[in-house]
C-alpha cells in the first residue's frame, strides 16, 4: 500500500506521447498535448517522492527491517510467511521487491534530481540528493554486499552492470556525504530547498545529518578498519548533538494512505509478534519504554511454564508461534510512528561504543548514559528516578564488560531499526541464540541477491546454495 502523498505527487509527473510524424499540416501538432500536466518536474515535487520512498520502501521497509528484526530476535514470527523468515528461509524472491525499491525507486530519482540541480545551480538540492542516495547505498551493500554503482542507473544502455565491491561502495557513501555538506553550504542557490519533508528545507541540519551518517558509516567498518573509532569520534563533533536533530519521515495523522509501513503490516497481515527477549528484558528492567515498544496481552498466557496475567506484557519465544504474545506498539507500530534514518539515541552510543575502544571508559559511560536519556526522550518516557537507578547501574559496569553493556542498550533503543542487524554482526552483541526450528542453527548475515538480478544480470556473484551465512566484505569472521 503506497501512502497518499506518492499517489498526489505522481499524478504531476509528465506523461511523455509518442506521436507519430503526419504530412497533413492542418493538424495541429499541439493536438495531443494535455495541459494540465507540466512539461517537466520541479525539484519541489522530486524530493518528497524520493524521501517518502526512501522512508516506507527502504529504510521502514517489512521488507528489509521486519526479516531482520526477527533475526535480531526483536521479533518473532508467528505464522506465514514471517515465521518461515523467522527461521532463517529467505529466497532471492523474497527480496526482489526491496532491490527494486532501492535502484528503479529511490536511486534512480535521486541521481535524476541530483542532475537536475546541477543543471539548475541548485546546490542545496543536488546536495540532499547526495545524501539521500548515501542512505540508500548504505542500505544496499551492509544487505547485499557487492552491488552494481559505476554502471547502475544508465536505463537501455546497460541492462546488464557490473557489480561494484563493497570497499568501493563504501568510498562513494563517504564521498556523496562530503559532496551533500559542501554543496549544501553553498551560499547561493537558484531554487531553495521547498519541499522538504525531513527538515522542512533547514540546509544546517542537512549538514549535521550528513556528519552524522559519516560516523555511521565509518563505524561500521570497525573490523576492517584501524581508524574507524577515531574516524566515527571525528565526523561526531560536527553532527547534531540532541533530539532537535533526528533524522526523520513523519506519516499523516489518522491517514491510512500515509501511514507507518509496520503498522500497516500489522493491520494487513499481523504475522510478527514482540520477541519473549525484549519483553522480559525490558519487564526485568522496569524500562518505561516497554508500553512504546509492545501491547499488553488481553488473555492469561503460558511461556515456558510461567503464568502471565491480563496486562502483562509477553512476547513470544524464537520458534513459538503464540498469536496471543505482545504486538509491536505504538511507539513503532501506530499509523503516524516515524521512520529514523539516523537519531541522536544512535550517534550517543556510537560515540560511547567509539570511546570504549579507545580506552575511555569513563567518557564511554557518559555517553551511554546520553543515549538512555535520547531514547527515553525520543519515546516521550523520560522518567527521572528511573534513569538515576541505571545511570547507578551504569557507573559500575567493569570495563572489560562495558562494551556488551553499550550494545545491548544500543539493541533496545534501536527496536525495529535494520542498524540493529548491523550491530549484531560486527559486535556479537546481543549474544542470541538461533530460532531452534530453523534447519541452520546459525543467524543469517546477509541478503541473498534478488532474483530479477539473478535471472537477467550474469555478473550478480553466485553465492552459493547457502547465500545467507556468506559474509559481507566489512563483516570479518
Given amino acids: 500500500?503506497?501512502?497518499?502523498?506518492?499517489?498526489?505527487?505522481?499524478?504531476?509527473?509528465?506523461?511523455?506521447?509518442?506521436?507519430?510524424?503526419?504530412?497533413?499540416?492542418?493538424?495541429?501538432?499541439?493536438?495531443?498535448?494535455?495541459?494540465?500536466?507540466?512539461?517537466?518536474?520541479?525539484?519541489?515535487?522530486?524530493?518528497?517522492?524520493?524521501?517518502?520512498?526512501?522512508?516506507?520502501?527502504?529504510?521502514?521497509?517489512?521488507?528489509?527491517?521486519?526479516?531482520?528484526?526477527?533475526?535480531?530476535?526483536?521479533?518473532?514470527?508467528?505464522?506465514?510467511?514471517?515465521?518461515?523468515?523467522?527461521?532463517?528461509?529467505?529466497?532471492?524472491?523474497?527480496?526482489?521487491?526491496?532491490w527494486g525499491n532501492v535502484y528503479a525507486g529511490v536511486l534512480m530519482d535521486?541521481?535524476?534530481?541530483?542532475?537536475?540541480?546541477?543543471?539548475?545551480?541548485?546546490?542545496?538540492?543536488?546536495?540532499?540528493?547526495?545524501?539521500?542516495?548515501?542512505?540508500t547505498l548504505g542500505i544496499a551493500t551492509d544487505n547485499w554486499n557487492d552491488i552494481p554503482w559505476t554502471d547502475a542507473l544508465q536505463g537501455d544502455a546497460n541492462l546488464t552492470?557490473?557489480?561494484?565491491?563493497?570497499?568501493?561502495?563504501?568510498?562513494?557513501?563517504?564521498?556523496?556525504?562530503?559532496?551533500?555538506?559542501?554543496?549544501?553550504?553553498?551560499?547561493?542557490?537558484?531554487?531553495?530547498?521547498?519541499?522538504?519533508?525531513?527538515?522542512?528545507?533547514?540546509?544546517?541540519?542537512?549538514?549535521?545529518?550528513?556528519?552524522?551518517l559519516k560516523a555511521r558509516y565509518a563505524i561500521h567498518l570497525s573490523k576492517r578498519d584501524n581508524n574507524a573509532y577515531?574516524?566515527?569520534?571525528?565526523?561526531?563533533?560536527?553532527?547534531?548533538?540532541?533530539?532537535?536533530?533526528?533524522?526523520?519521515?513523519?506519516?499523516?495523522?489518522?491517514?491510512?494512505?500515509?501511514?507507518?509501513?509496520?503498522?500497516?503490516?500489522?493491520?494487513?497481515?499481523?504475522?510478527?509478534?514482540?520477541?519473549?527477549?525484549?519483553?522480559?528484558?525490558?519487564?526485568?528492567?522496569?524500562?518505561?519504554?516497554?508500553?512504546?515498544?509492545?501491547?499488553?496481552?488481553?488473555?492469561?498466557?503460558?511461556?515456558?511454564?510461567?503464568?502471565?496475567?491480563?496486562?502483562?506484557?509477553?512476547?513470544?519465544?524464537?520458534?513459538?508461534?503464540?498469536?496471543?504474545?505482545?504486538?509491536p506498539g505504538p511507539g513503532i507500530a501506530s499509523s503516524n510512528s516515524k521512520t529514523p534514518f539516523i537519531t541522536y539515541a544512535e550517534l550517543a552510543f556510537i560515540k560511547s561504543e567509539a570511546l570504549v575502544q579507545t580506552g575511555d571508559f569513563n567518557g564511554a559511560r557518559q555517553a551511554l548514559k546520553d543515549g538512555l536519556e535520547a531514547s527515553l526522550n525520543e519515546y516521550g518516557v523520560f522518567d527521572q528516578g528511573w534513569f538515576d537507578m541505571m545511570s547507578s547501574e551504569i557507573d559500575m559496569y567493569p570495563d572489560d564488560e562495558l562494551l556488551g553493556a553499550i550494545m545491548v542498550h544500543k539493541w533496545i533503543a534501536m527496536m525495529y531499526n535494520s542498524e540493529s542487524f548491523v550491530d549484531w554482526r560486527r559486535t556479537g552483541f546481543p549474544t542470541l541464540t538461533p530460532n531452534p526450528d530453523a534447519a541452520t542453527q546459525e543467524i543469517p548475515r546477509r541478503f541473498p541477491y534478488a532474483s530479477d538480478p539473478i535471472t537477467y544480470n550474469p555478473n550478480t556473484p553466485d553465492l552459493g546454495n547457502e547465500p545467507l551465512w556468506q559474509r559481507v566484505w566489512w563483516d570479518v569472521e
Avoid at 161 to 177: H, K, N, R, T
Avoid at 178 to 192: C, D, M, Q, R, Y
Avoid at 196 to 208: L, P, S, V, Y
Fill in 1 to 98: 500500500m503506497k501512502h497518499n502523498i506518492l499517489t498526489k505527487i505522481m499524478s504531476f509527473v509528465l506523461l511523455v506521447l509518442v506521436v507519430s510524424s503526419c504530412s497533413k499540416k492542418w493538424i495541429d501538432s499541439d493536438i495531443n498535448t494535455n495541459p494540465d500536466a507540466p512539461a517537466d518536474v520541479p525539484m519541489e515535487l522530486i524530493l518528497p517522492t524520493i524521501e517518502a520512498r526512501l522512508a516506507f520502501d527502504v529504510v521502514g521497509s517489512n521488507d528489509l527491517t521486519r526479516t531482520q528484526s526477527m533475526w535480531i530476535q526483536q521479533m518473532t514470527g508467528i505464522a506465514r510467511q514471517s515465521q518461515a523468515e523467522g527461521a532463517y528461509t529467505l529466497r532471492s524472491g523474497d527480496v526482489n521487491n526491496l
Fill in 110 to 135: 535521486s541521481k535524476q534530481l541530483i542532475d537536475k540541480a546541477i543543471a539548475l545551480e541548485s546546490p542545496h538540492f543536488e546536495g540532499v540528493g547526495y545524501i539521500l542516495t548515501a542512505v
Fill in 230 to 327: 577515531s574516524e566515527a569520534l571525528n565526523h561526531l563533533g560536527n553532527a547534531f548533538t540532541s533530539n532537535s536533530g533526528n533524522m526523520y519521515y513523519s506519516y499523516g495523522s489518522g491517514d491510512v494512505n500515509n501511514a507507518n509501513p509496520l503498522y500497516l503490516f500489522m493491520q494487513d497481515r499481523g504475522d510478527i509478534r514482540v520477541s519473549f527477549q525484549i519483553t522480559d528484558l525490558l519487564t526485568t528492567l522496569g524500562d518505561p519504554r516497554l508500553p512504546m515498544f509492545a501491547t499488553p496481552i488481553s488473555d492469561t498466557m503460558e511461556v515456558n511454564g510461567d503464568t502471565y496475567l491480563p496486562g502483562s506484557y509477553v512476547g513470544a519465544p524464537a520458534g513459538q508461534p503464540l498469536d496471543n504474545a505482545s504486538s
Fill in 161 to 212: 552492470p557490473a557489480f561494484d565491491s563493497q570497499e568501493a561502495i563504501y568510498g562513494v557513501i563517504q564521498d556523496y556525504l562530503s559532496k551533500g555538506i559542501t554543496a549544501l553550504s553553498s551560499s547561493t542557490s537558484v531554487f531553495s530547498l521547498s519541499g522538504d519533508i525531513i527538515f522542512e528545507g533547514d540546509t544546517q541540519k542537512w549538514i549535521e545529518a550528513a556528519y552524522a
